[in-house]
């Protein structure tokens, strides 16, 4: 939606002047962040940077249309 586009634009204004938090479920916000945090239960479950979020989310998608 239009705020969705607001937040990504904003954040890619801000980005490099500042460290920025922001905790989302959405996959095209996940995919403007340096580095991505895993949380399960509270718990850091994994730190990674953007290009292996991608490496994992590529291989999830093609194991599961595999057993499709």
Not at 9 to 17: C, H, K, M, S
Not at 56 to 65: F, I, N, W, Y
Request: no cysteine; proline share 0%.
């Amino acid at each position: 939606g239009g705020s969705e586009a607001l937040v990504l634009r904003t954040l890619d204004r801000l980005r490099g002047r500042m460290a920025i938090l922001a905790v989302t479920h959405r996959d095209q916000t996940r995919r403007a962040a340096d580095l991505v945090l895993d949380l399960d239960e509270g718990r850091v479950r994994r730190l990674e940077s953007v290009a292996e979020s991608r490496a994992v989310a590529g291989t999830a998608l093609r194991d599961r249309a595999d057993r499709e």
